[in-house]
């Protein structure tokens, strides 16, 4: 099979993934699956203040969705929930200096299990979620 073009920031992220791991007590947990290959990601977020000072993750998938999974943990730190609602998987794969087309949709799982763990953190806090997570995407 020939080799994909990953970028040196893809293959860093997949062979050093930042944030593996768990968060006990976490503020909100996504957890979601790609339909495409069936490959999973769970996501948990630690929020104090309405800043997320914590994010790890556990990805049973391939080295775009462990890599893309990795780098959203790293983005989203210290950031406002408002800023982390923000981030789209195009941000992610651009963060990583791009993904392979037929790769794209791997980045999905970032998207879905960031936007999952803040309507899990929403809910906690007995508020509804300002956007839809059943929302159709459309950034492939
Ligand atoms: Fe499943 Fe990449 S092939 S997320």
């Not at 007590?25 to 996501?43: Q, R, W, Y």
């Not at 993904?99 to 879905?112: D, N, Y």
Request: hydrophobic share 40%.
């Amino acid at each position: 099979m020939p080799e994909l073009p990953y970028s040196e920031k893809v293959m860093d992220h997949f062979t050093h993934p930042r944030n593996v791991g768990e968060i006990i007590n976490a503020s909100g947990i996504g957890n979601v699956g790609n339909p495409i290959c069936g490959d999973v990601l769970k996501l948990y977020i630690k929020v104090e203040n309405n800043i997320i000072i914590e994010a790890k993750f556990k990805t049973y998938g391939c080295g775009a969705a462990i890599a893309t999974s990795s780098m959203v943990t790293e983005l989203i730190k210290n950031k406002a929930i408002e800023e982390a609602l923000q981030i789209s998987n195009r941000m992610v794969a651009e963060a990583l200096g791009g993904l392979p087309p037929i790769k794209m949709h791997c980045s999905m799982l970032a998207e879905q299990a960031l936007k999952a763990a803040l309507a899990d953190y929403y809910k906690k806090q007995g508020k509804e979620p300002p956007f839809n997570i059943k929302e159709k995407h459309n950034n492939l």
